[in-house]
């Protein structure tokens, strides 16, 4: 099983959408989560850091569902600029590197 | 407050080449991470370094890769003999040491370098 497993998309998706993604770790001692964000060929920024009740910023709200082992991106009110791969990371302990899934892409579309 | 420099952003080798990318942190960070990124891929890590020690080389290929970040000067992966599998963005991200906080919690990623090798 894959250390961070994501479904790869697209999500295509009118503006205004609500849109959900969900993330899958295998080690469950795994300490920290976190979305980024990667637009085409342009490197990976952070999004937001996943807290374990949960949090939101603006449109975008991240949970941590750690008994289940997963995590969740919702982004209501689309914009086309969200268009964009979304990179669910994880830190498995300490300051090992982080680990990256391979993204879920989505393109909002006027 | 500059950013994350990586030179070249773009580098073309012929198979049996050496490839040398650099990177440069944010002012004030001391720790280094080299991920590389293949066409439709994750990143993957390679190489986390700190000033003039190697902390962690789990991700390298045992040939042909190393890396460095000397006291003076820009972290440094160099690649020898390149194959045409080594095509590849490759992203240098930087963190800063931050007391109470882990250091890799905070990321800054580099624009990169695309590596093509013909």
């Known amino acids: 099983r894959k250390e961070v497993e994501q479904d790869p998309g697209p999500f295509n998706v009118p503006e205004g959408a609500t849109v959900a993604f969900n993330c899958t770790y295998s080690n469950s001692a795994s300490q920290s989560f976190f979305w980024y964000r990667q637009d085409c060929r342009k490197e990976p920024k952070l999004l937001m850091s996943?807290?374990?009740s949960g949090n939101e910023d603006g449109r975008f709200t991240a949970q941590l569902n750690r008994a289940s082992q997963y995590i969740s991106l919702l982004i209501r009110d689309s914009k086309l600029s969200d268009s964009a791969t979304y990179l669910c990371?994880?830190?498995?302990?300490?300051?090992?590197?982080?680990?990256f899934g391979k993204g879920t892409r989505l393109s909002v579309i006027a | 407050n500059a950013g994350v420099m990586q030179n070249p952003r773009h580098l073309v080798r012929r198979r049996g080449q050496e490839a040398r990318l650099r990177c440069s942190p944010m002012?004030?960070?001391?720790?280094v991470y080299w991920y590389r990124q293949l066409p439709e891929e994750g990143l993957k890590f390679m190489v986390y370094?700190?000033?003039?020690?190697?902390?962690?080389e789990s991700g390298m290929p045992k040939e042909r890769f190393s890396a460095e970040f000397p006291k003076e000067g820009p972290s440094i992966l160099r690649i020898q003999q390149v194959v045409r599998g080594d095509s590849a963005a490759y992203f240098c991200?930087?963190?800063?040491?931050?007391?109470?906080?882990?250091?890799?919690?905070?990321?800054?990623f580099g624009s990169g370098t695309q590596l093509s090798v013909l």
């Open positions: 991200a930087s963190s800063p040491t931050i007391p109470g906080q882990r250091t890799n919690e905070k990321l800054f």
């Open positions: 990371v994880v830190n498995i302990r300490g300051n090992t590197p982080l680990v």
């Open positions: 996943v807290y374990s």
């Open positions: 370094l700190q000033k003039e020690n190697i902390i962690d």
């Open positions: 002012k004030g960070h001391s720790h």
